[in-house]
């Protein structure tokens, strides 16, 4: 009984680690699009998005991505589940002397009813008012200008 338990534990560790494959794999190619959407704010490029069926743990992955693919950046992605919000910020590090993320996280944190903070590099925060978000993300834009001017 004992070897038919840990067969099954085997098989399930199997699992687990092909699922985090793949969701690795779509977050990548989600990154490849999600690249395209970022808008140019005095040479730098901006992100800000609210993810669907991604897991909160695979944003930081997807974040790191971002970074690499858009050179300097300052992004933010958001994944809401039921009425809770997920958010993680990154700036690159040739911009943190301009912007911090964990600014950037409050900045739309405070508009879904949360906080949050982090390094200059990246932040996370969470939020318990889904409804705010889709006007905090269009804000980012704007208050990366403000930081840099």
Same mark, same amino acid.
């Given at each position: 009984?004992?070897?038919?338990?840990?067969?099954?534990?085997?098989? %399930?560790r199997n699992l687990e680690k092909q699922l985090e494959r793949l969701n690795a794999k779509l977050a990548s190619s989600a990154g490849d699009e999600l690249g395209n959407q970022a808008v140019d704010v005095a040479g730098? !490029?901006?992100?800000?998005?609210?993810?669907?069926?991604?897991?909160? !743990?695979?944003?930081?992955?997807?974040?790191? *991505?971002? !970074? $690499?693919?858009?050179?300097?950046? #300052? =992004?933010?992605?958001?994944?809401?589940?039921?009425?809770?919000?997920?958010? =993680?910020?990154?700036? %690159? !590090?040739?911009?943190?002397? *301009? =912007?911090?993320?964990? /600014?950037?996280?409050?900045?739309?944190? %405070? *508009?879904?009813?949360?906080?949050?903070?982090?390094?200059?590099?990246?932040?996370? #925060?969470?939020? $318990? $008012?889904? #409804?705010?978000?889709? /006007?905090?993300?269009?804000?980012?834009?704007?208050?990366? /200008?403000? *930081?840099?001017?």
């Amino acid at each position: 009984a004992a070897e038919k338990v840990e067969s099954v534990l085997e098989k %399930t560790r199997n699992l687990e680690k092909q699922l985090e494959r793949l969701n690795a794999k779509l977050a990548s190619s989600a990154g490849d699009e999600l690249g395209n959407q970022a808008v140019d704010v005095a040479g730098i !490029k901006v992100l800000a998005v609210k993810m669907d069926n991604v897991d909160p !743990k695979s944003l930081r992955d997807l974040l790191d *991505q971002l !970074k $690499n693919k858009l050179g300097s950046a #300052a =992004i933010v992605l958001a994944v809401v589940d039921g009425d809770k919000v997920s958010l =993680i910020a990154g700036v %690159t !590090k040739d911009k943190m002397g *301009q =912007i911090k993320a964990g /600014e950037l996280v409050n900045f739309v944190a %405070t *508009q879904v009813g949360g906080k949050g903070g982090g390094r200059p590099d990246m932040a996370q #925060a969470g939020g $318990n $008012n889904p #409804a705010g978000l889709a /006007e905090a993300l269009a804000g980012v834009p704007a208050w990366v /200008e403000g *930081q840099l001017g």
